[in-house]
Nanobody
Framework: QVQLVESGGGLVQAGGSLKLSCAAS????????MGWYRQAPGKQRESVAT???????NYADSVQGRFTISRDNAKNTVYLQMNSLKPEDTAVYYC???????????????WGQGTQLTVSS
């Protein structure tokens, strides 16, 4: 099995900063794409930022220039540095990793349990 454990959520004032971390562990041969998604109350889950093993990055338009995604491949960990936070960033943030558990395995997506971010105005 593969486990993803997120940390770093909390309550922050608008304009503040916070950093999320997500560590993957378990039966892992390789991880291709890692990313962060979020889901606000009453809304669908949306992609925030993704990063490939080679470092190719995509950001949602709403966070471009404010959030920075990075990863440590040796530690199977992905980070999300969030600056200039806005109340509309309030959501549960989920980590995702596309994992091959052994050589020749197909890629499967795994999710963390989510961490709450609340931005007060």
């Amino acid at each position: 099995q593969v486990q993803l454990v997120e940390s770093g959520g909390g309550l922050v004032q608008a304009g503040g900063s916070l950093k999320l971390s997500c560590a993957a562990s378990g039966s892992i041969f390789t991880i291709t794409t890692m990313g962060w998604y979020r889901q606000a109350p009453g809304k669908q889950r949306e992609s925030v930022a993704t990063i490939t093993t080679g470092g190719r990055i995509n950001y949602a338009d709403s966070v471009q220039g404010r959030f920075t995604i990075s990863r440590d491949n040796a530690k199977n960990t992905v980070y999300l540095q969030m600056n200039s936070l806005k109340p509309e960033d309030t959501a549960v943030y989920y980590c995702n990793a596309d994992v091959r558990r052994y050589f020749g395995d197909s890629v499967k997506g795994y999710w963390g349990q989510g961490t709450q971010l609340t931005v007060s105005s």
